[in-house]
């Protein structure tokens, strides 16, 4: 057990104290935010192949954007969100669309990037062209909003950029607001690039942003550290002028630093530990329904015993949905069990199936008399959700002659793992930054076959029915294609989608604006410590 004498002992209690700095200098406690998570990033770029989740949070706060979402409020209260529909300027002073809804041309703001060079739209350029060149996850992401190709991007002179558009997609505005399409110093970083066009293993460990934070120090699987950017103009100076991300494995140390008052915020905790620390009521846990997020089964259509269509149905009348829900969520979510007949025009929203022991027993006999043995595969950074969710799974499917080994891979390896497309069952909760439909399945289930279509789900119908959805623009056939792709994947169950998930956030009490992103982690430029 964690004491606060080896809090102390460990710094965790006291990290606004700086050695090397005149006392007068040092950022004060209230100036000091200490977030304890269970692991930070494995990059510095999120552009580039094999970049953590974590890593979004470096692109968010280090780095700007032309376009943000603008904030709301969250309804239960405790902070804000953001509306994906309502775009703000960042980078952009203003920007306006030509008429014939083919173009955008931008106005930048006065800029400087932490190197101290003013942002051109030359940079804009070649940070656009790097997203859509570099290949992985940050070009299929470029092209679920049409920005495909380098030709699209235009510096008009110092401070004016133009994007033109391939086709009319509503995506393509709200695209160039989420982490991906950020801005990097391009002198900075091709002066570095050593021959690499990208300069990709420079970036992959040095920040060239213009963001509100620098990283002042990062040491894997320890901790980040980040300093304010005094000379940000993108938004509202932050208030916290230093913030170190400190990485612990132990959810129980985690949980025992914000309730002692040893740690300012913590993300990832297990959901007992949230739903424990709400009837505490010693800290603040502000809850969020993850937009377009499920955790989900995704059974391997392409190899091993799921490309039977009659096995990934039997799976889903045999997932034990409800108990999953209150044994590995405790109720932090919502089951995606019990669905109409017809779906609705939403995504996340339940498919039909129950749990029905009897019908699953009778697809199993019917495709594979006698059983048979399986692997099902999670993120051992997700384990605390994710392992018991495998065991019951495992139990559920045990009566239908359906054995289970179960295997977990750590955090930084798992995109790796996923991409090799070669595994039966993988459990992995996906979140689209969009919230729409057609954008879930663009990225998880589409043929242009993207790291997260973990099925390797291939059905020309169905990509022409998301494809449909993704570029009318009449509200009927979108309606419609809707309804009819959510049917058809009811049917072809690629995955099972077991429960929309609640992000929880545990801080202080004295711990104030609080942001929601769609990234899903911590925006430290909002924050403020009372």
Not at 270 to 297: A, C, H, Q, T, Y
Request: glycine fraction near 8%; hydrophobic fraction near 40%; charged fraction near 20%.
């Amino acid at each position: 057990m964690i004491t606060r004498r080896t809090a102390l002992a460990g710094g965790l209690a006291a990290p606004f104290l700086m050695t090397g700095r005149a006392g007068a200098q040092a950022p004060s406690r209230k100036e000091t935010l200490l977030l304890v998570q269970e692991y930070g990033p494995n990059s510095l770029d999120m552009q580039g192949i094999g970049a953590s989740q974590p890593v979004n949070g470096v692109a968010l706060n280090c780095y700007d954007r032309l376009l943000r979402f603008k904030p709301v409020p969250i309804p239960g209260g405790g902070g804000h969100q953001v509306s994906m529909t309502e775009l703000e300027g960042e980078l952009a002073e203003s920007w306006q669309v030509a008429s014939d809804g083919m173009s955008c041309t931008f106005k930048l703001r006065d800029a400087t990037f932490h190197s101290g060079r003013s942002v051109t739209a030359r940079d804009v350029k070649w940070s656009l062209d790097r997203a859509v060149s570099i290949g992985g996850f940050a070009t299929t992401q470029m092209n679920a909003g049409s920005l495909e190709k380098p030709e699209q991007f235009v510096a008009l002179d110092d401070k004016t950029f133009r994007v033109d558009f391939v086709r009319k997609d509503k995506l393509t505005m709200p695209n160039l607001a989420v982490t991906i399409p950020f801005v990097f110093d391009s002198e900075l970083a091709q002066k570095n690039g050593g021959g690499d066009p990208w300069a990709k293993e420079w970036l992959k460990n040095n920040v060239a942003g213009s963001g509100a934070f620098k990283v002042e120090s990062w040491k894997p699987g320890v901790e980040t550290i980040y300093v304010r950017n005094d000379a940000w103009t993108s938004g509202k100076l932050p208030s916290l002028r230093r913030v170190i991300a400190r990485d612990i494995a132990s959810p129980s140390t985690r949980r025992a630093l914000i309730e002692r008052g040893d740690a300012d915020i913590s993300y990832g905790l297990p959901p007992k530990d949230f739903k424990d620390l709400i009837e505490g009521g010693k800290v603040k846990v502000v809850g969020v329904p993850i937009p377009n997020g499920v955790w989900s089964l995704y059974l391997n259509t392409k190899v091993g015993p799921f490309t039977d269509v009659r096995l990934r149905q039997a799976v889903a009348w045999a997932m034990p949905y409800d108990k999953i829900l209150q044994a590995s969520l405790f109720g932090r979510g919502l089951s995606m069990a019990g669905g109409p007949a017809t779906p609705r025009v939403a995504w996340p929203q339940p498919f039909p199936y129950v749990p029905d022991l009897a019908r699953a027993k009778e697809l199993v006999a019917a495709a594979e008399p006698g059983g048979f043995s399986t692997t099902l595969l999670f993120d051992a950074g997700n384990a605390t959700v994710a392992e018991p969710m495998s065991v019951l799974i495992k139990e559920a499917l045990a009566p239908l002659g359906i054995t289970v080994e179960i295997t977990k891979v750590p955090g930084s390896n798992f995109r790796g793992e996923i991409a090799k497309k070669t595994n039966p069952m993988v459990l992995n909760r996906f979140a689209g930054w969009l919230d729409y439909p057609d954008y879930y399945l663009f990225w998880t289930l589409h043929g242009n076959n993207s790291i997260f279509n973990i099925a390797s789900y291939q059905n020309p119908a169905l990509d022409t029915l998301v494809d449909t959805a993704r570029f009318t623009q009449d509200r009927a056939v979108y309606d419609r294609s809707v309804v009819e792709f959510v049917s058809l994947v009811e049917r072809e169950v690629p995955m099972v989608p077991i429960a929309q998930p609640t992000h929880d956030v545990a801080m202080q009490k004295s711990i104030d604006g609080y942001q929601f992103q769609p990234c899903r982690e911590p925006d430290f430029r909002y924050l403020t410590k009372g």
